[in-house]
Each structure stands twice: as C-alpha cells, then as structure tokens.
C-alpha cells in the first residue's frame, strides 16, 4: 500500500523558516517524481514544486523561487522542502504528492493527508 | 502564474449528466496532457483522470475526460449524491510549472 506521510508543519513569524518532510513507502521511490501542492483556506489547489526521479530536475512556481528548495533522500525514502523567508501568503496545508512518471507532469496518484503551515505576527 | 480556467459551480439531478471545462493555452494544455481531481471536503485531493481520458484503477466509469486544442472537459454521466464534490483540472506548462485550474463546486440537487 502506497502511502506518503508529511511531518514539519506549524506555526512560524514571517521571515522564519520551516523544513516539510515527507517519507514514502509501499513503491519505488527511486522511480517516481515528487511534488509539494498546496491549498490555502478556502482556496483552490496550488502547485509550489517538484523533483524528478532522479533528483536532477527541481522545478519551483515563480513565487517560491530563491525561497523554497526541494529534495529527495534515497536512502529514507523521503522528500523535502525548505521553506525561507516565510510570508503570510505561504499559510495553507501542504500535500506531498506522488507523480505518475520519473518527472514532473502534474499526474498525481497518490497524496499525503497535508500538513497545515501558519505564517503569522 | 497562469492558472487554467474552470467555472465556480455546476450542478445536477440524480442521474443527470454535468460537464466541467477547463481552458488553457499553447503551453500547457495544447502540449501536454491533461489530469483531473476530485477533492471531497476535508480530505486530499484523488486523481479521477488522467492522460486527458484515462481512468486509474477504481474509478467509476461514469467519469469521462476529453481535450481538444487549448480546452479539456470532464464528465460525470448518471450524477450520483456522493459526486459532490469539487473538482479540479491539472496539466504541465512548458514554463517548467504545474498550472491547476481554480476548481468546480458541484451541487447534487
């Protein structure tokens, strides 16, 4: 049984930093493109960033560039995002999601239960 | 960043057939494929379609995807009371995104 399990949410200022985690289990990690999508309250869904299987591509929406960066560890089976420079428009739960190919294409089959981030003064 | 454009809500009888549009552009529907998610309130979103048509394993037949040019749509033939729901369309922009179009609220009536 797949299942991606986030941990790393919480309450920060802005300006503050937070480190989502997401370990994976029952498939080939190694194989598979991650993502991170987020839905702020009341809102639709939004892309923030993905990595290709192999950890060569990372790919980032504009406004999360220079702030956010995304990683995998093979060896946990897990998948990162460092989250700089925090602003309140970052505030939403934050889903891991498993992508259908090796890159990121936007297809995915399986999602964390989302981990709930909070930038506020 | 470009969102793909859906309409707010659509709604239907019991047994009825609703469709959801999804418009895009050159860069990510006119070039890549074009996913679909169901997300019931308070839990995380399912994929319903992708590949423009295709059904992952489970998923009722009743929910068809189709893409032509620029636009994809999705359709929910014989509407059941558990498809309400919001629904949202997905696709990959050649500007190195994932673009998600903004959602629709069905109402089962």
């Known amino acids: 049984e797949v299942q991606l399990l986030e941990s790393g949410g919480g309450s920060m200022q802005p300006g503050g930093s937070l480190r989502l985690s997401c370990a994976a289990s029952?498939?080939?990690?190694?194989?598979?493109?991650m993502s991170w999508v987020r839905q702020a309250p009341g809102k639709g869904l939004e892309w923030v960033s993905g990595?290709?299987?192999?950890?060569?591509?990372?790919y980032y929406i504009q406004s999360v560039k220079g702030r956010f960066t995304i990683s995998r560890d093979t060896s946990k089976n897990t998948v990162h995002l460092q989250m700089d420079s925090l602003r309140a428009e970052d505030t939403a739960i934050y889903y891991c999601?498993?992508?259908?190919?090796?890159?990121?294409?936007?297809?995915?089959?399986?999602w964390g239960q989302g981990t709930l981030v909070t930038v506020s003064s | 960043q470009s969102m793909l454009t859906q309409p707010p809500s659509a709604s239907g009888t019991p047994g009825q057939r609703v469709t959801i549009s999804c418009s895009g552009s050159?860069?990510?529907?006119?070039?890549?494929?074009v996913n679909w998610y169901q997300q019931l309130p308070g839990t995380a979103p399912k994929l319903l379609i992708y590949?423009?048509?295709q059904r992952p394993s489970g998923v009722p037949d009743r929910f068809s995807g189709s893409k032509s040019g620029t636009s994809a749509s999705l359709a929910i033939s014989g509407l059941q009371p558990e498809d309400e729901s919001e629904y949202f369309c997905?696709?990959?922009?050649?500007?190195?995104?994932?673009?998600f179009g903004g959602g629709t609220k069905v109402t089962v009536l």
């Open positions: 050159g860069f990510n529907i006119g070039s890549n494929t």
């Open positions: 999601a498993k992508d259908r190919t090796y890159d990121v294409t936007g297809s995915f089959d399986y």
């Open positions: 590949s423009n048509d």
């Open positions: 029952g498939f080939a990690f190694n194989n598979y493109a």
């Open positions: 990595i290709s299987a192999s950890g060569i591509n990372r």
């Open positions: 997905a696709a990959w922009d050649d500007r190195l995104n994932v673009v």
